[in-house]
């Protein structure tokens, strides 16, 4: 089992649906991430969440909602998308704070999303 | 603004060495990592610089002049294997991690 599963792997979707991503790490992690990343272009941070408080959203629209119930836990809510919104979309969760070794992040996999 | 620049592909053979180059600017500095992403994969981290000189992983070692805002990944005794994207990124004064757009490796045989 690896540390931090993403599901779905792929997922297409029309401009009027809903759909939710999902994200769950089995590290014992304190922190959780979404990045969006789009072909030849830096990863993008979307929300960040420390102890399942959001920490972070840095300028995301509001079609993109994210949920985080528990530290092992995190979901992006996806309505009313846009084409351009089209990306593999990752999740990462890593140790934050005192005594933790270097913090580096994990990554799921990625959910590969066609907006049309 | 804050930027990481790197080579957008590069091409080298099975057995060779090669070098990937890494140049930042950004606003404070605390610490620069390298991962690697297979296609389709998940990004898996690779190493960890904060101070200047360089770090040694077995067939992989990573460089860093902090005076010279400057990284290299270098990967030896190639194997088809590493064909992949490999991605730079700098912690900056407040602790937000910066992302290069990766580096493309086609290994050929």
């Known amino acids: 089992e690896t540390g931090v599963t993403q599901t779905p792997r792929h997922l297409v979707m029309g401009m009027t649906n809903k759909k939710s991503l999902k994200c769950e790490q089995h590290?014992?992690?304190?922190?959780m991430y979404w990045y969006k990343q789009s072909a030849k272009k830096p990863l993008e941070l979307m929300f960040v969440?420390?102890?399942?408080?959001?920490?972070e959203n840095n300028s995301v629209p509001s079609r993109f909602s994210p949920e985080c119930p528990n530290s092992s836990h995190l979901f992006l809510h996806l309505h009313t998308l846009q084409p351009e919104d089209s990306a593999l979309y990752l999740c990462?969760?890593?140790?934050?704070?005192?005594?933790?070794?270097?913090?580096?992040?994990?990554f799921g996999s990625g959910t590969q999303l066609s907006v049309l | 603004g804050q930027n990481i620049d790197q080579p957008t592909e590069m091409t080298a053979t099975e057995g060779a060495i090669v070098q990937i180059n890494c140049t930042y600017q950004?606003?404070?500095?605390?610490?620069l990592f390298w991962y690697q992403q297979h296609a389709g994969e998940a990004p898996t981290f690779l190493s960890y610089?904060?101070l200047d000189g360089l770090e040694e992983k077995g067939r992989f070692s990573s460089f860093l002049s902090r005076s010279k805002g400057y990284s290299y990944l270098l990967l030896k005794e190639l194997q088809m294997k590493d064909s992949a994207s490999y991605l730079c990124?700098?912690?900056?004064?407040?602790?937000?991690?910066?992302w290069g757009a990766g580096t493309k490796l086609i290994i050929k045989p």
């Open positions: 610089n904060v």
């Open positions: 969440y420390n102890f399942k408080e959001q920490t």
């Open positions: 990462a969760s890593s140790q934050e704070g005192a005594g933790a070794e270097v913090e580096k992040l994990f």
């Open positions: 950004t606003s404070g500095f605390n610490g």
């Open positions: 590290l014992g992690h304190n922190a």
């Open positions: 990124a700098v912690r900056d004064s407040n602790y937000q991690l910066i």
